[in-house]
């Protein structure tokens, strides 16, 4: 068991009163206890500043496939530190790295570098708006990605009607006027959208796996529908690969699903640690960089993050990584399916490529609409502070990153404080 937190909580109360809300992103206000405080990771383990040392499932919300302080990245960043930051022009590792990452995609002909994936979702709407005149954009309900104003909208609260719910106060109502929302797995409500507005739809935007509300294998048929109707329609096919990118696979989800994109983003897992996300796919909507279609960024390809690129994808393009991450994550998801099934609590969990996913109360979950369902309360409120106290350091809502880290001895660790814990807690309340 870990000390509580009560240094944590003295640096919280003394972040407030000169960081808004005390937290350097919403969400992480959300996080019970309350936010922890960390001084140092090392591989799969991070460690508080009261010393208490956790296996580490959050990975920095998702880019951390590598663990942390990942020499080899380390290395490379260390390296580049001392040639200098910021050039202001090119470098040739930007390049290098290009290179690297559309090779291990397989599809994607060209890429632009941004810093994280709220920029590269924007540029890839821009681009799909240039490229066919039209402006109106179909996203699917639960679907995360990123906050700016025209898109975040219907990411947790959705009624399947196709207008667009903005999730923040401040969002001007006209900024959401050209979103529409589509349901996950859900082609006919897709396709009434592209009935309801003959010519006028862009593209539609999909994570394929609803990494925010699911982390779900689609199912069978729907990413392939999703690409005929762009087809008919003549509207283009987005791919919010911030999550899924890396973390299936080198060629994320295409080269998992077969399904080929015309464009799809990336960040998180990319950077190794450091924020540096792509927009990648067709080279004649990517060009449009060189006629009138604006892409900026005055951090777009620093030679810090591109080091980290360059190296991440060395360490990924290593025979035998993800075979070992698919072992760590099944082995982790028996173990949990086993502790919740010796407690007769109903808890679905399910793994795909590095990351997992404990749904409790539910005995299986498809994609957002049962994610939704889910007793988060259970998780949030009672499962996650308990977890920490033995060590385990979890996100809200059920998900599990995995890092290349992670191995036999972190997951029997986490298994035994699930099944302590599980046991000790009221079974979840179970939707029916
Ligand atoms: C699927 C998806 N797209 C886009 C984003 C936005 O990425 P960032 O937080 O780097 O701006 C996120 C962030 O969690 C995401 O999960």
Same mark, same amino acid.
């Given at each position: ?17 000169? @960081? ?15 936010? @922890? ?34 020499? !080899? ?19 040739? +590792? ?17 890429? &632009? ?57 401040? !969002? ?6 050209? &979103? ?24 539609? *935007? ?31 096919? @987005? ?8 973390? &299936? ?40 960089? +060189? ?36 072992? +760590? ?17 109903? @808890? ?46 979890? &996100? ?5 990153? *995995? ?30």
């Amino acid at each position: 068991m870990v000390s509580q937190w009560s240094a944590s909580k003295t640096a919280l109360d003394r972040a407030q009163r000169s @960081i808004g809300g005390g937290v350097t992103s919403s969400v992480r206000s959300s996080v019970k206890p309350h936010q @922890i405080y960390f001084a140092s990771g090392n591989g799969p383990r991070i460690v508080d500043i009261e010393d208490n040392s956790y296996i580490d499932y959050v990975l920095g919300w998702g880019p951390l496939l590598l663990g942390h302080a990942h020499p !080899q990245v380390g290395a490379a960043v260390k390296a580049q530190l001392d040639r200098g930051t910021l050039f202001g022009g090119g470098n040739l +590792t930007e390049i290098v790295a290009a290179e690297k990452f559309l090779a291990a995609l397989g599809w994607a002909e060209r890429l &632009l570098w941004s810093n994280t994936g709220t920029e590269a979702v924007q540029i890839a709407l821009r681009l799909v708006r240039s490229h066919t005149g039209r402006d109106v954009v179909i996203k699917l309900g639960g679907g995360y990605h990123g906050w700016h104003d025209t898109v975040f909208a219907s990411v947790v609260v959705y009624g399947g009607g196709g207008s667009a719910i903005p999730h923040s106060a401040g !969002q001007p109502a006209s900024s959401l006027a050209d &979103l529409r929302v589509g349901l996950y797995n859900d082609l006919d409500a897709c396709a009434a959208l592209f009935a309801a507005e003959p010519g006028r739809v862009a593209a539609v *935007l999909v994570d394929p796996t609803s990494s925010n509300t699911g982390s779900v294998v689609p199912a069978p048929g729907f990413l392939e529908g999703l690409r005929r109707l762009c087809d008919e329609h003549g509207a283009l096919l @987005i791919f919010d690969e911030v999550v899924s990118g890396l973390r &299936l696979g080198l060629a994320g989800a295409t080269g998992r699903f077969g399904v080929t994109p015309d464009l799809a983003t990336f960040g998180k897992a990319i950077g190794g640690g450091l924020g540096a996300s792509a927009v990648a796919g067709r080279a004649d909507i990517i060009d449009l960089v +060189t006629r009138d279609t604006v892409h900026s960024g005055t951090f777009n390809g620093n030679p810090l993050a591109m080091a980290a690129v360059d190296a991440t994808m060395d360490v990924l393009s290593t025979d035998g990584v993800y075979p070992q991450i698919e072992n +760590t994550s099944r082995t982790l998801v028996e173990g949990i399916r086993a502790a919740a099934a010796k407690t007769g609590h109903t @808890i679905a969990v399910h793994g795909i490529g590095a990351t997992a996913l404990v749904a409790p109360g539910l005995p299986e979950i498809t994609g957002p609409d049962d994610f939704i369902t889910a007793d988060w309360h259970w998780w949030d409120d009672l499962l996650v502070p308990e977890m920490l106290a033995r060590g385990i350091y979890l &996100l809200p809502h059920g998900r599990l990153f *995995l890092s290349t880290e992670h191995g036999p001895a972190e997951v029997a660790e986490t298994v035994a404080a699930f099944a302590e814990v599980f046991a000790m807690l009221p079974p979840p309340r179970v939707t029916s």
